[in-house]
Structure formats: structure tokens, C-alpha cells
């Protein structure tokens, strides 16, 4: 059978991808003994990560090619299944929204978030979607990387991806991506190939960024 244009890309990208499982981040909080700053850092960056990752989802609402594929991108919109964790894990970890938006995000974060945006105003759906595919995709994937923890706090986050929740945020980014390669030609194909592979690095960045506590320089 012939190998999907997503899964293409997954192979082309798993240098990163192997990269990512293997941070110390993601070891420590599998081990439990990721200092709790750390993950105070992450669950704000993470929660205005998904902001932007929301705002660029809506700008591809306008490159949908028919009323099928808008009502499946408004489903990805309307749900954000990572909400009710991240409110629930903030609460436990002693983390207010107030100080979320003092903060602001980091120069990873943005920069990360600003990759998707433009992408999103530049190409059409595929672009787009292949700049999206690769955050729920390696979260999906953390269930068999590093499993459960025995850390109370840590244990609630890696459940939820053990558990497989993002296996239909999964399937449909899949699907946008493997749609619209089926349409495309040779340079749209390329700009899918960059976008994932750029998205694919954000996502080694945003844990090293989480792990180092990154700061603005001024």
C-alpha cells in the first residue's frame, strides 16, 4: 500500500521527533523529579501556545475548500480538547491566569506561534495544516514514550495523552494534510514539507525553552 503524504512527512521528521522523546524535560517529568518551576514555565507558555495555535486554525477556516472540510475545521476550533487539563492542571500547580498574561509569551513561543500564522495568511489549507499536524501529533505520540507518571501533579498531564485524546485532532490534521497533497503540485507540496519541518523543530525548542525557563534578553 502506498505510504500517505503524512506519513511521509512523520518519517522524514523523526531525526527531531527522537530528539524530542529523548529530552530531559519529558524524561524528568516521567520520572517525577522535573522541578516544579519547570512545569509552572511550561503550562504557561503551553497555554498561550494554544491560543496562537487556535488563532491560525481560524485564519485556515477561510482556505477551506468546501462545506465539509469548513465544518471539520470549525469542529477543531469549537473543541480544544486540551482546555479543561490545562485549567485543571494551572489550578493545581498554583498558576493564575493574571500571571499567564503578565508574563506573555516567550521568544520561542512566539516565534513559533508567529511561523504558523504566516503560514496561515501566506499558502492555502495544506501549508497551514502541515504547520499544525506536528503539535498534537508528538503529544499523541508521548504515550508511548514515556508513558505514565508516578508524580502526582505530572501524572494528571501524561494521562491525558496516555489515555489517547488526541487521536482525532490527530486523524483530522492528518486528513487536511493528505487532501490537499493529493491536489498539489510539486511547489505546495514543498511548502508542506517546510512548514512540517519547521513546526517539527518549534517543537524540540518549546521544551528546550521550558526546561531552560527562556527569558527575554531585555
Known amino acids: 500500500m502506498t505510504e500517505s503524504f503524512s506519513e511521509q512527512l512523520k518519517a522524514e521528521a523523526q ?21 516544579l518551576e519547570k512545569f509552572q514555565y511550561y503550562l504557561t507558555q503551553d497555554y498561550l501556545y494554544l491560543e496562537g495555535f487556535a488563532r491560525t486554525v481560524a485564519l485556515a477556516l477561510a482556505k477551506a475548500p468546501d462545506s465539509r472540510t469548513l465544518e471539520e475545521l470549525s ?10 487539563l490545562h485549567h485543571q492542571l494551572l489550578e493545581a500547580a498554583e498558576v493564575s491566569m493574571d500571571y499567564i498574561y503578565q508574563v506573555g509569551r516567550s521568544p520561542t513561543n512566539t516565534a513559533y506561534v508567529n511561523h504558523m500564522m504566516v503560514t496561515a495568511a501566506q499558502y492555502g489549507l495544506g501549508p497551514t495544516a502541515a504547520a499544525l ?9 508521548l504515550k508511548e514514550e514515556i508513558g505514565p507518571s508516578e508524580h502526582p ?24 494534510v493528505d487532501a490537499a497533497a493529493a491536489q498539489a503540485g510539486p511547489q505546495e507540496l514543498a511548502a508542506m514539507r517546510e512548514a512540517f519541518m519547521t513546526s ?18 531585555a
Open 15 to 35: 531525526p527531531v521527533w527522537r530528539r524530542i522523546f529523548r529530552h530531559p524535560f519529558l524524561q524528568e517529568i516521567r520520572d517525577g523529579t522535573l522541578p
Open 75 to 84: 469542529r477543531r476550533v469549537l473543541t480544544p480538547v486540551e482546555r479543561p
Open 133 to 141: 499536524l506536528p503539535c498534537p501529533w508528538t503529544y499523541h505520540e
Open 153 to 176: 501533579l505530572y501524572s494528571q498531564w501524561t494521562g491525558f495523552y496516555v489515555a489517547g485524546f488526541l487521536q482525532d485532532s490527530v486523524n483530522a490534521w492528518r486528513g487536511f
Open 200 to 217: 517539527s523543530r518549534y517543537e524540540y525548542m518549546f521544551w528546550d525553552m521550558a526546561y531552560r525557563m527562556e527569558n527575554w534578553p
